[in-house]
């Protein structure tokens, strides 16, 4: 019996079916990731550029957010997947830094595809970006600053420095008030006595038509519904709330039944029985006590109209998301079977209607309520979606150095640091690792040198200027790229946080060893017109959902 037959997996393809291996399935799958890194890189930092993407639909979105970008361009290469998958990690562990992870990878990538060159093995770079990497987190650790939890200014100079570069630039001096009396609000003891600031207790809401200087923070909760009925009460005070995710309607079942009828009292007979039925309804829910219903599903016509006449006002159609945020906030249960609800399943609260009529703003009592919503307004849509992007991104990265007090200047500061001790680190390490390691450290420079770059400044210098002011020991000189200075930047208030940081080097070495671990790419044939690897379709490039990026 042969060798391979004897347990390894023989892989059989049909006559047309495309393989690559080893160097040029590397080569191949590097180039597709560089690619994509390299399509985000000009927008990092306060002076990158936006990118306007256009759907296949023809909607356009025009943005600076590395995680949008990404999910917009319909990538249809598996390796270049990767790289975007890195940005949804990088968005979802931390909020922020997307960009920075994608550019590091793909610079890792590039450093790695020398080292290849130079014949070193695949395991060798992938052990050695792992070594590197774990010690980067260990010196970014080392280069923390402690914060105390009461600093506003840092908290919102974290915030500013988020929003630079977004659609929330404009307003980053309202707004960071408003992300760190945000994240104020929400501060919470933990079981084990520290403080952190809890973002499920607030909800981020947008509306549009006035300017962005009229974001504000609001206690409770706002639902953007109109009264189900125009007689319906739109103020109350200590309400009886009653929030239930069944519809106020007739069963589907009775409303689809077809009756025979043979003569016209039946008819009349039937609408009484089901008008009966409506009325029971509304009669469960005044026996209750309820002064409002904020209904998940839909009311039907006769409910909403019996429920104005007994004073009650009615909510239908609410998002779900806006439930489970009301329910925190008034302390009610949600009802699923409006039989079986009891007084105890009822929240209180207040229901205000603003001035121009379109939101409620529900705000629960003292004693249970501890909710905020975080209203952000624009003019157009475009505006709030992008506001809303900056926002969100800011509040994780803020609520996170809240809550373990620590922080990091940016402008490629901390790269530059990091990148220095992990040559001093390399030093250290034995065999072809150690050239890992040093391709690593080298990665880290693509951010102060795309920051220059963006700013049309003179990259090369800069990497100079700063690797100079590091050697003197000056561990917080990064690039302000406002004022083209090498500086404290955590003085000049650019301020970023470590655990982004650390989240972007993780997420950037995880990446690229990823791409580095295929070597053999096996295509099958049937399905792929186009050719096999490298021609224009399969696993060639970028899909076809994007019309056009600038
Ligand atoms: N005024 C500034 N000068 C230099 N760098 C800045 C400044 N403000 C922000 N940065 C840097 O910009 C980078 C973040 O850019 P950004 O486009 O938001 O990308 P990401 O998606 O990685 O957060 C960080 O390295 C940060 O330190």
């Given at each position: 019996m042969s060798q391979q037959m004897q347990g390894q997996p023989m892989i059989i393809m049909g006559d047309d079916a495309e393989r690559m291996k080893d160097k040029s399935a590397q080569e191949h799958n590097i180039a597709a990731a560089r690619a994509v890194a390299e399509s985000v890189?000009?927008?990092?930092?306060?002076k990158g550029m936006d990118k306007m993407l256009v759907t296949s639909l023809g909607d356009i979105v025009v943005t600076n957010d590395g995680v949008t970008i990404l999910e917009e361009m319909d990538i249809d290469n598996p390796t270049a997947e990767m790289i975007v998958e890195v940005a949804e990690t990088q968005e979802d562990e931390a909020g922020d830094g997307t960009t920075t992870a994608v550019a590091i990878a793909g610079e890792l990538l590039k450093n790695a595809e020398e080292l290849l060159d130079q014949d070193i093995h695949p395991t060798a770079i992938i052990k050695g970006f792992n070594l590197a990497a774990e010690q980067a987190r260990k010196e970014v650790d080392n280069i923390t600053i402690d914060v105390d939890g009461d600093d506003r200014e840092t908290f919102r100079k974290v915030a500013q420095t988020s929003m630079t570069g977004k659609g929330a630039e404009q307003h980053k001096e309202d707004l960071s008030d408003l992300i760190v009396d945000a994240a104020d609000a929400v501060t919470v003891e933990a079981e084990d006595g520290s403080t952190i600031v809890d973002l499920a207790f607030l909800k981020v809401e947008t509306q549009t038509g006035?300017?962005?200087?009229?974001s504000e923070l609001l206690e409770g909760a706002v639902i953007d519904k109109d009264p189900v009925h125009e007689e319906m009460p739109s103020d109350l005070d200590d309400a009886s709330i009653l929030v239930i995710d069944e519809p106020l309607e007739l069963d589907e079942a009775e409303a689809d039944t077809q009756v025979s009828v043979t003569d016209p009292n039946q008819l009349q007979d039937f609408i009484e029985q089901e008008e009966q039925e409506l009325r029971e309804k509304v009669d469960q829910i005044v026996d209750l006590g309820v002064d409002a219903v904020v209904c998940q599903k839909g009311i039907d016509d006769m409910v909403q109209h019996y429920l104005a006449k007994e004073g009650i006002l009615g909510l239908k159609r609410v998002k779900r998301s806006d439930v489970e945020f009301l329910r925190e906030i008034i302390g009610a249960d949600v009802v699923s079977n409006l039989d079986t609800a009891t007084e105890d399943h009822l929240g209180t609260g207040t229901f205000r209607r603003d001035d121009d009529e379109e939101l409620f703003y529900i705000e629960g009592t003292d004693d249970y309520s501890h909710g905020v919503t975080l209203l952000l307004r624009g003019s157009t849509e475009h505006v709030v979606d992008e506001l809303e992007r900056g926002v969100e991104d800011a509040l994780d990265v803020v609520g996170t150095a809240m809550s373990r007090g620590e922080a990091l200047p940016g402008g490629g500061a901390p790269e530059v640091e990091v990148a220095a001790r992990l040559r001093e680190f390399a030093d250290g390490v034995s065999g072809r690792e150690q050239l890992a390691v040093e391709a690593y450290a080298d990665a880290l420079d693509v951010v102060p040198r795309v920051l220059s770059e963006n700013a049309g400044l003179d990259s090369i210098d800069t990497l100079v200027d700063l690797r100079a002011a590091h050697s003197e020991g000056k561990e917080q000189a990064g690039l302000n790229v406002f004022s083209g200075e090498i500086e404290d930047t955590f003085e000049a208030g650019v301020v970023e946080t470590p655990s982004a940081k650390k989240q972007a080097l993780t997420s950037a070495s995880e990446a690229a060893n990823l791409v580095l671990k295929i070597d053999d790419i096996i295509e099958s044939g049937e399905s792929d017109e186009d050719g096999g690897p490298g021609g224009a379709g399969g696993m060639g490039g970028m899909g076809g959902g994007m019309g056009g990026m600038m």
């Amino acid at each position: 019996m042969s060798q391979q037959m004897q347990g390894q997996p023989m892989i059989i393809m049909g006559d047309d079916a495309e393989r690559m291996k080893d160097k040029s399935a590397q080569e191949h799958n590097i180039a597709a990731a560089r690619a994509v890194a390299e399509s985000v890189r000009s927008t990092l930092g306060p002076k990158g550029m936006d990118k306007m993407l256009v759907t296949s639909l023809g909607d356009i979105v025009v943005t600076n957010d590395g995680v949008t970008i990404l999910e917009e361009m319909d990538i249809d290469n598996p390796t270049a997947e990767m790289i975007v998958e890195v940005a949804e990690t990088q968005e979802d562990e931390a909020g922020d830094g997307t960009t920075t992870a994608v550019a590091i990878a793909g610079e890792l990538l590039k450093n790695a595809e020398e080292l290849l060159d130079q014949d070193i093995h695949p395991t060798a770079i992938i052990k050695g970006f792992n070594l590197a990497a774990e010690q980067a987190r260990k010196e970014v650790d080392n280069i923390t600053i402690d914060v105390d939890g009461d600093d506003r200014e840092t908290f919102r100079k974290v915030a500013q420095t988020s929003m630079t570069g977004k659609g929330a630039e404009q307003h980053k001096e309202d707004l960071s008030d408003l992300i760190v009396d945000a994240a104020d609000a929400v501060t919470v003891e933990a079981e084990d006595g520290s403080t952190i600031v809890d973002l499920a207790f607030l909800k981020v809401e947008t509306q549009t038509g006035r300017g962005a200087g009229d974001s504000e923070l609001l206690e409770g909760a706002v639902i953007d519904k109109d009264p189900v009925h125009e007689e319906m009460p739109s103020d109350l005070d200590d309400a009886s709330i009653l929030v239930i995710d069944e519809p106020l309607e007739l069963d589907e079942a009775e409303a689809d039944t077809q009756v025979s009828v043979t003569d016209p009292n039946q008819l009349q007979d039937f609408i009484e029985q089901e008008e009966q039925e409506l009325r029971e309804k509304v009669d469960q829910i005044v026996d209750l006590g309820v002064d409002a219903v904020v209904c998940q599903k839909g009311i039907d016509d006769m409910v909403q109209h019996y429920l104005a006449k007994e004073g009650i006002l009615g909510l239908k159609r609410v998002k779900r998301s806006d439930v489970e945020f009301l329910r925190e906030i008034i302390g009610a249960d949600v009802v699923s079977n409006l039989d079986t609800a009891t007084e105890d399943h009822l929240g209180t609260g207040t229901f205000r209607r603003d001035d121009d009529e379109e939101l409620f703003y529900i705000e629960g009592t003292d004693d249970y309520s501890h909710g905020v919503t975080l209203l952000l307004r624009g003019s157009t849509e475009h505006v709030v979606d992008e506001l809303e992007r900056g926002v969100e991104d800011a509040l994780d990265v803020v609520g996170t150095a809240m809550s373990r007090g620590e922080a990091l200047p940016g402008g490629g500061a901390p790269e530059v640091e990091v990148a220095a001790r992990l040559r001093e680190f390399a030093d250290g390490v034995s065999g072809r690792e150690q050239l890992a390691v040093e391709a690593y450290a080298d990665a880290l420079d693509v951010v102060p040198r795309v920051l220059s770059e963006n700013a049309g400044l003179d990259s090369i210098d800069t990497l100079v200027d700063l690797r100079a002011a590091h050697s003197e020991g000056k561990e917080q000189a990064g690039l302000n790229v406002f004022s083209g200075e090498i500086e404290d930047t955590f003085e000049a208030g650019v301020v970023e946080t470590p655990s982004a940081k650390k989240q972007a080097l993780t997420s950037a070495s995880e990446a690229a060893n990823l791409v580095l671990k295929i070597d053999d790419i096996i295509e099958s044939g049937e399905s792929d017109e186009d050719g096999g690897p490298g021609g224009a379709g399969g696993m060639g490039g970028m899909g076809g959902g994007m019309g056009g990026m600038m």
